[in-house]
């Protein structure tokens, strides 16, 4: 796989023992598609089998062919990642392993948030989702030619695993090379995915391949851009709340000038993470009465 688009449902070899099939799934949110990985030779482990299509399951059989499936990884229960692994399960016996189901990994500031209902997430969450096994952080799985450990990577999604082997990653949705992960409340959590970066980073891993868009070939200098992008992102945050108090959505057409109006959406919603993320560390505070709630009318203030 390369920077140039590859052909959805088209089992393309990145290396030895590891193939990618692209989902038909393209989309602002999505960019090509998601990429569905299948680890080993004689024997698979499969890592995200994406949204619930049948021509992307036909797609899978056809490149696993007449070998077994031991395992099925999900990242993370977003709609583009985990509708699929159920129906693949059944097709291939596999078992499916992930950290839980949508609601796990939460933080408690965002299962406050969740309980509202007051706030829907950025991406479509898969809530039907249940895994056969608990993979915890620190968890390994061995397959034909790959040993596989998890790492606990919310942020993006509470329940998120990077799996690393060696010096390369499976990073999901956490860490890509064509756009910063979205982090959109309560399903992602930025004060977790800036923590989640420097867990990701300490690993070692040098290649990373991602759940959209091409392999990252330098992944540490990727974290360190995407480290210092959400602390330039941040920094204007700050500055731009310093005259007066504002709303996210006054913040976001503000910082956000240029901004398609098809990712307006989304750009309000990663404002609104780094708002949440500097009340949490006490930099800014509500301003909407005893009991505010958040929403793109809610006035923040630097303290």
Not at 17 to 30: D, R
């Amino acid at each position: 796989m390369t920077d140039n688009r590859p052909t959805a449902g088209k089992a393309i070899e990145l290396e030895p023992g590891l193939t990618c099939v692209l989902a038909p799934n393209p989309s602002p949110m999505t960019y090509w598609g998601t990429n569905t990985y299948l680890l080993g030779t004689d024997s698979l482990i499969v890592i995200d089998p994406g949204p619930f299509d049948q021509s992307h399951l036909g797609a899978l059989r056809a490149a696993i062919a007449d070998r077994p499936v031991s395992h099925i990884l999900v990242t993370h229960s977003h709609l583009d990642h985990s509708p699929l692994a159920k129906p693949l399960a059944e097709a291939t016996g596999a078992q499916i392993l992930a950290f839980g189901d949508s609601s796990a990994g939460r933080s408690d500031i965002m299962n406050s948030l969740a309980a509202t209902g007051q706030m829907a997430g950025g991406e479509g969450v898969d809530h039907d989702f249940q895994p056969d096994h608990i993979m915890a952080d620190g968890d390994t799985v061995q397959g034909d030619g790959w040993s596989l450990t998890a790492h606990h990577t919310p942020g993006h999604f509470g329940n998120h695993l990077c799996f690393i082997s060696g010096d390369v990653g499976f990073t999901g949705d956490h860490l890509m090379g064509w756009a910063s992960s979205l982090v959109s409340p309560p399903d992602g959590d930025l004060t977790d995915f800036m923590a989640s970066c420097t867990t990701l980073a300490q690993t070692g891993i040098k290649r990373a391949y991602c759940g959209h868009g091409a392999p990252i070939p330098d992944a540490q200098f990727r974290l360190a851009e995407l480290i210092a992008h959400r602390k330039t992102r941040e920094a204007e945050i700050i500055a731009a709340l310093r005259p007066a108090p504002a709303d996210p959505e006054t913040l976001t057409r503000k910082i956000y000038s240029d901004v398609a109006p098809a990712l307006f959406p989304m750009a309000q919603r990663n404002v609104l993470a780094h708002l949440i993320d500097l009340t949490t560390r006490n930099i800014a505070t509500l301003l909407d009465g005893e009991n505010p709630q958040l929403s793109a009318t809610t006035l923040f203030a630097l303290k």
